[in-house]
């Protein structure tokens, strides 16, 4: 019997090994993927429209995903929540092999990822969203914010590979190889997904409402839900930007040669997203964690006036070191932020309705992603990138400053 346990034990350990190995791999895809396809719409548009092209392309994805998310709770439901992930990373892996093909067989670039971008946004909205609780019952672990702190650890590690792969391919000039590679390298988190049961059975969720209902009942109910969409919403404006518009950015900043400096940034990003579980685990984890996702939040803000100032007042390798420094502190408290804010939405309204919460929270991040990168395309072409950074450092930290305080007020007061 001992030995029986000792086996099933050590297929788990397998499994658990094998998912984040795989998980790295598939976000080293994803960073591909991203600086492919920003790269193709960049060089569309041109100095003068690189960034608003970009920016048409990530609201595309990003609003086809906020659509899509009232559906993942009922996914879940249906399908189970981890057949549900399996299936929408396997539309996305899909997407971007066909849409790589089509670049390489001579299609119109510009066309094929703005069509590709709401089948990849609906997917990875869904998948994302549910994505948490499975790695929660592989992880074997009862809480949330550690979960998608360790996660980021692997996720972190991933994304800095794909940055500089990505600019590879685009200084090599084959963006579609990228798109295609970017879906060949999720395939293993699929196989490891279907062929690996997680330490802990997942439960069937309970049936939800009909979607809109769902969302609009889960934010009457609790206002800790509320304010923790309050955060995302502002991650989703002032900061999330940021990582998703490197290549029109370091075009705002003059950096040449353009794709180099535009993976140095990601890679900076990533390093601060591998620090993030010390972030998470070194502040207090008694209280809510809301007070820490706001925390963070404020800290971010205080990283992206710093890049503001320094491409402001610096220039060439100075400014390109400063650089690595502050987008390493901006990637360690978003990520710390976004783990505290995932935590507080899956605990608000209790693990039963885990699924409902992290779908409705992340539904209102998702309406204001578009607006955010729209708002900072826009403003990179008109304020450039200096100002840009700023202003979105000073609005992230004042609602960040504004959502710890009425927090910690609550708290006090009970």
Not at 4 to 20: D, I, M, W
Not at 46 to 75: D, E, N, T, W
Not at 89 to 110: D, E, H, N, R
Not at 111 to 122: C, L, Q, R
């Amino acid at each position: 019997m001992t030995d029986v346990n000792e086996v099933a034990h050590s297929r788990q350990a397998s499994g658990t090994r094998a998912l984040v190995l795989t998980v790295a791999l598939s976000t080293a895809g994803s960073a591909t993927a991203l600086i492919s396809a920003t790269g193709i719409t960049t060089a569309t548009g041109g100095l003068s429209r690189g960034a608003l092209f970009s920016g048409l392309f990530l609201a595309a994805s990003m609003a086809a995903g906020a659509v899509a998310l009232p559906f993942a709770p009922r996914a879940a439901h249906r399908f189970g929540t981890r057949q549900a992930v399996l299936g929408m990373w396997s539309i996305v892996a899909a997407a971007w092999i066909a849409s790589g093909a089509l670049v390489i067989a001579g299609a119109p670039p510009m066309w094929v990822v703005m069509i590709t971008a709401p089948v990849v946004g609906a997917g990875s909205a869904i998948a994302g969203v549910l994505s948490s609780i499975v790695y929660r019952a592989y992880l074997e672990s009862a809480d949330f914010s550690a979960v998608v702190a360790r996660m980021t650890v692997w996720r972190g590690i991933g994304w800095g590979l794909g940055a500089l792969v990505g600019g590879f391919f685009l200084n090599s000039g084959s963006e579609g190889i990228g798109l295609v590679a970017a879906g060949l390298v999720k395939i293993p988190l699929l196989i490891v997904l279907a062929r690996h049961a997680p330490a802990h059975a997942l439960a069937t969720p309970e049936r939800p409402k009909a979607p809109w209902n769902e969302i609009r009942g889960a934010f009457a109910e609790c206002s800790t839900l509320r304010r923790t969409a309050v955060m995302g919403v502002s991650m989703a404006l002032f900061a999330a930007p940021v990582m998703t518009l490197v290549v029109p950015i370091a075009q705002s900043l003059r950096h040449a040669p353009l794709y180099q400096g535009a993976g140095f940034l990601m890679v900076g990003f990533a390093i601060g997203e591998l620090l993030s579980p010390q972030v998470v685990s070194k502040l207090p984890h008694g209280g809510r964690p809301l007070v820490n996702a706001a925390r963070t939040g404020a800290i971010a803000g205080g990283f992206l006036i710093a890049l503001g100032l320094i491409s402001g007042f610096f220039s060439f390798r100075t400014e390109l070191g400063l650089w690595a420094v502050v987008a390493i502190g901006i990637g360690a408290f978003r990520f710390a932020s976004r783990a505290f804010s995932q935590g507080s939405a899956a605990a608000s309204r209790g693990l039963e309705n885990a699924a409902s919460s992290l779908a409705a929270a992340a539904f209102i991040a998702g309406i204001a992603g578009p607006i955010g990168v729209l708002g900072w395309s826009l403003a990179l072409g008109s304020l450039g990138a200096e100002v840009t950074a700023a202003l979105a450092g000073v609005a992230l930290a004042i609602v960040s400053i504004g959502v710890f305080l009425r927090t910690r007020g609550e708290q006090v007061r009970a």
